[in-house]
């Protein structure tokens, strides 16, 4: 016989926040895509599409995952770690599981430590849903471009350092002026969680003046968050009875600048 001991979680399912934004492409944006089925002298670097429609889309992999690695930067939480022999950049080390960080956005599996398994934090809090197109998208780009064209070609040089010799290649883009929506779910597990929200604006403001997908450096990838809505949804939405309802008084506010800088209002945090 084991003489194993069960406890509770020190945590509940309180409630969710369902988050909606329209992320609108300041400049161009390439988030790489399959190369399989290209001619030759075809696009080099195609941005990834949905199967189905042929239309683009923003993987919530990479908006989270950028979310995430700005908050780290930020926050100092960025360490380099030793693993057989070579050197690699980490964020959160399981050293710290209880991190809002971490608490936000999730450990990853291979971080958890058995021996700080009371700082476990449970489930992540953050999901982050594939960001399709906006409703008018498609029809905004086929009057702009022609008849199921929705991205344009970038040709760029790779200069030779020594020769000066230019070698040119291509890279699709979703062109600048483009709108797609996002949707995050924030799960709430105990009032704490409500505070550690916060890190959701501040990362959307961090990657508006940084950039998403590839080529940031070059130009592309420069977004904007607008249009922010905020739904709360308590235990009774999903069960029945009555809960005390989850705080969220957006009073007009729907730019991450002014959530951000009226959080403690908007969620009433003391």
């Not at 449970?122 to 849903?129: H, I, K, N, S, Y």
Request: aromatic share 8%.
């Amino acid at each position: 016989m084991t003489n194993e001991k069960e406890k509770s979680p020190n945590f509940e399912f309180i409630g969710k926040y369902i988050i909606t934004a329209d992320i609108e492409l300041k400049t161009a944006l390439h988030i790489g895509g399959t190369e399989e089925g290209f001619d030759i002298g075809g696009i080099d670097n195609p941005v990834i599409k949905d199967k189905v429609s042929g239309l683009p889309y923003i993987p919530g992999s990479s908006l989270k995952g950028k979310l995430r690695s700005l908050l780290e930067w930020a926050y100092g939480e960025v360490v380099i770690k030793q693993k057989d022999g070579t050197k690699e950049w980490r964020g959160l080390l399981c050293s710290k599981p209880d991190h809002p960080i971490g608490i936000v956005f999730g450990i990853p599996a291979e971080d958890h430590n058995q021996k700080d398994a009371e700082k476990i934090p449970g489930p992540a809090r953050l999901t982050v849903r594939d960001a399709y197109p906006v409703d008018n998208q498609k029809e905004i780009w086929e009057k702009a471009m022609g008849e199921n064209i929705y991205t344009e070609a970038k040709t760029e040089n790779s200069i030779d350092r020594l020769t000066s010799a230019a070698t040119p290649r291509s890279m699709e883009r979703v062109p600048a002026g483009s709108k797609f929506k996002a949707e995050f779910v924030y799960d709430v597990y105990k009032k704490e969680d409500i505070p550690n929200l916060k890190l959701l604006f501040q990362g959307m403001l961090l990657l508006e003046d940084s950039y998403l997908g590839g080529g940031g450096t070059r130009g592309s990838g420069k977004v904007e968050f607008s249009n922010i809505t905020i739904i709360p949804r308590d235990i009774s939405y999903y069960v029945g009875g009555v809960r005390e309802a989850l705080p969220a008084k957006q009073n007009g506010n729907k730019k991450a600048r002014d959530l951000f800088e009226n959080f403690e209002n908007i969620f009433q945090v003391k």
